[in-house]
């Protein structure tokens, strides 16, 4: 028998990371206390690298390797490259914070470059198990992360219900997958989508495993009513690392669904399609809501995630590539300025004292008028204000939505941003309408004030001028379905 | 008519870029620069809407000075912008309001003059490009952009109850206009994927969805005209907000929710506006009768502007469901002299502020013997308010009138009725503000109007003088348009 090496160029950058991840920890560790930054560059590097990688390897068409395990298309290298940069600018925006709070570790960057792997490896995937070989390489960095600050009682506590909920999500992914394995004998995707098409499979079987599988995907994404772990793990995790897990594990959520539901088991729209809507509807009503309540700004922005993936959920409704591309044009919009808010709660704090309330933005007009200026871009974009990316990323959505059918649903998602936008416009309020109660400059060095302007810039600037990335997520969607 | 140059471009995009340049003067040790550039950028913006009137053809009513460009394609999206009879007064008028409203801030605001001067900049353009958008979703943009700096104005600059103003402000536009942007992406779907305000006009439309798209609008235009009961925000709104966030809501803010009513609703659910006009005219008579008679019960001299306000946009809306030319060129034109005479009332309430810090009425008494001059201003501004011929006031309300009593003669029984309350609530004000005998100390220390004062009151006299003189440059500006509307109103489009 004769042995044929599989075709390595696809996964080039994933094999790349891999490697530098390598590169990273026993760089680190004979660098020793006093030259941390090594590790930092040498992660900033290896982004770049990827990048490079992926760009060179950019395929027009789908092609799939290790036996059909692993997938290349324009979707997975679109998703990739918006990884690299949003993890690239995690790291900018924490870099201070961490080495503030002594987390200026090798430990950091291993694990952050290895859940962004596992985030490569879920996009990629085409096959049950690269799927969860992925995400469980994800999860576990992440757990990890969380509780990187073992000397804080609340981190550990949040690291805990991370794990234990995180876990129990995997096993509800895996029953669900061994559900649909039974039904159809297979473990790839694409042949799954035939078989599914072909009828020869028991039905009932495989709509009990597609409940579970929704499910995990579910709690993956925090969407009600698996959304518990959030509030807890982003108001316990230090921030640098609640910016992490906010931002760019989005992308690979979404091509989790994009990848399980829609290439895998789009066949049973009918029957996934009613399960979302609960789960949008819910999501949006309770993240909402109880943002409301919420006086910690991490706490309240964990809820506002919650109700995002419900609007989120609303694009894959519709079952279109219309939709679909609705969909990560609204991830994409969310990520930039989740990571913009979070970059400005870092900057709120200082050494011994971390911000975590909302009442820290108090003033801040007075205190600084261009990061507030900042913020109230960002506050009014997550509201789905004009002209901000945040409007249009639900203008799309909710297109997708009313061409679909749903004009119910439609209205159900405007009210909720109503009661959406209030919490938004409380933070603006306490910028601009109250007193600081510190007169204290906030310090920050050029870097993050230029990434954060950008930032700040572009959630405006690609408002005003959506069609760039709009055009580039029908792209990556049609280019591969 | 073709126009080459980009002119309605120009009287959106120039305030903007004034706004701009406002803010990057910085802090406050820059007040003066700021106000200047300020005041020329304002005064630069009323000079290019110029043009518009006397390049205006008014003989004709399909759009002009219309500029198309492609904004984003992915939905279909065009910058398409242009003017009519309809919005072509509205524009010049915001674009008059505005360096008075510079004007008016002047010395009073000594706090974040840069943001403040910027921010009234930039709501300027928006405002314009609100009036001149064809394009939805253009318009939805503006739209909801406009509600950002008037937040700021509020909550920044306004009084103690600023904030829970500020907040319901926004909240209550926003419920309404989430509405209409479903209203927006139904229609979307139905005419085949366009945008385009006029492709609506055309579009033929079953009256079930004719009457959900009607309730969409008309939360979006009602709450932000305001009708009765939804006009709780206007009250708070204007006692919290400073004398030029006040006079910019009663003279600009308000008239976008009209204008909505002739572009959206009307034109789009025809047969849905015959089959509700029954409740429209009910909730505007409710509004003039009714909020007129809250008008005379208040204690505060803004609070009571407010609901004679609330209670003369009641006659805008009431003409504009009378469906006769007669109806609605009166309630444009009690739009327009609305403007005029509500901001002036504002800025003669400032001009008491600036120098008491206090609003109630019980406060005052007297004035006239410290204030001859601005006694003088204020009794016309009021005179105009109550509906005196000879003002602008006058020809609105008369014509609304007369369009209703073409219709049934108790409609314009109860309309007429603001005549008497008008007067009542204006003149009473009037009366226990200014006569009488100096009431307390504070008012003993008043000094006359300054040179500054003077200038924008005069300005805003000639202005209601004018129209109520000679109103015929505003009719016939929109008379053709007007009776093309009211052609394609009575015509079915189920």
Known sequence: ?481 | MSFEFPLLSLIIWLPIVFGIAVFVTGDDRNAYLARWISLAGSILGLLVAIPLYTSFDPTTSTMQFVENHIWFERLNVNYHVGVDGISMPLILLNCFITPLVVGAGWEVIKERVSQYMGAFLVMSGIVNGVFSSLDAMLFYVFWEASLIPMFLIIGIWGGPNRVYAAIKFFLYTLLGSLLMLIAFIYLYQTSGGSFSIQDYHQLAIPMTPQILIFIAFLLAFAVKVPMWPVHTWLPDAHVEAPTGGSVVLAAILLKLGGYGFLRFSLPIAPDASHFLSGMMIALSLIAVVYIGLIALMQADMKKLIAYSSVAHMGFVTLGFFLFNSYGVEGAMVQMISHGFISGAMFLCVGVLYDRLHSRQIADYGGVVNKMPMFAAFFMLFAMANAGLPGTSGFVGEFMVIMGSIKLNFWYAFLAATTLIFGAAYTLWMYKRVIFGTVANPNVERLNDISMREFVLLTILAISVLWIGVYPYPLTDAMHTTIDHLLIHLNSSKL
């Open chain 1, 1 to 481: 028998m004769n042995f044929i090496p599989p075709d390595f160029a696809p996964a080039s950058s994933e094999i790349f990371m891999l490697i530098m991840v390598c590169v990273v920890m026993l760089a680190d560790l004979s660098a020793g206390e006093n030259r941390r930054y090594v590790a930092y560059l040498l992660t900033q590097i290896t982004l770049v690298g990827c990048t490079v990688l992926t760009f060179l390897s950019f395929s027009t068409e789908t092609v799939h390797t290790f036996s059909g395990m692993f997938v290349d298309d324009s979707m997975a290298d679109i998703l990739k490259l918006m990884v690299y940069v949003t993890v690239s600018a995690v790291l900018i925006y924490s870099y201070v914070y961490i080495s503030d709070r002594g987390m200026l570790k090798g430990e950091f960057f291993s694990l952050v470059l290895f859940a962004t792997l596992g985030m490569m490896v879920m996009i990629s995937a085409s096959h049950f198990l690269t799927l969860y070989i992925g995400l469980e390489l994800l999860s576990l960095s992440l757990y990890a992360l969380v509780a990187l600050r073992r000397d804080s009682i609340i981190a550990t506590e949040a690291a805990m219900k991370f794990f234990v909920l995180g876990a129990l999500a995997s096993g509800f992914l895996l029953y669900g997958m061994s559900m649909v394995y039974g039904a159809t004998g297979t473990l790839h995707i694409s042949q799954l989508a035939q078989i599914i098409q072909s009828e020869a499979s028991s039905k009932e079987v495989l709509v009990v495993g597609l409940v579970f599988i929704v499910a995990g995907i579910s709690f993956k994404l925090s969407a009600a009513p698996f959304h518990m772990w959030a509030p807890d793990v982003y108001q316990g995790a230090p921030t640098a690392v609640t910016l992490f897990i906010g931002s760019a594990p989005k992308f690979a959520a979404f091509g989790f669904v994009m990848r399980l539901l829609i290439e895998g088991m789009g066949e049973m729209v009918g029957d996934w399609q009613g399960m979302l809507v609960i789960l949008a509807v819910m999501s949006m009503a309770v993240g909402n809501i109880a943002a409301i309540a919420q006086s910690n700004i991490k706490r309240m922005l964990a809820y506002s995630t919650i109700s995002h993936m419900g609007f989120l959920l609303l694009g894959f409704i519709s079952a279109d590539s219309n939709g679909y591309s609705s969909a990560l044009f609204y991830v994409i919009a969310y990520v930039l300025m989740t990571l913009g808010t979070f970059a400005m709660i870092m900057l709120l704090c200082r050494t011994g004292f971390e911000a975590e309330n909302i009442e820290d933005f108090k003033g801040l007009n007075k205190r600084n008028p261009w990061y507030a200026f900042i913020t109230l871009l960002l506050m009014f974009s997550l509201a789905g204000i004009p002209p901000m990316i945040g409007f249009y990323a639900k203008l799309a959505v909710l297109q997708a939505v009313v061409n679909a059918g749903f004009i119910w649903l439609a209205v159900m998602a405007v009210l909720f941003s109503l009661i959406g936008a209030f919490y938004y416009l409380r933070i603006i309020k306490l910028m601009y309408f109250d007193d600081p109660e510190t007169d204290e400059p906030i310090a920050s060095n050029s870097e993050v004030k230029i990434l954060l302007s950008a930032n700040g810039f572009a959630v405006l600037a690609l408002g005003i001028f959506p069609q760039a990335l709009m055009g580039l997520s029908l792209y990556a969607i049609q280019n591969s379905m």
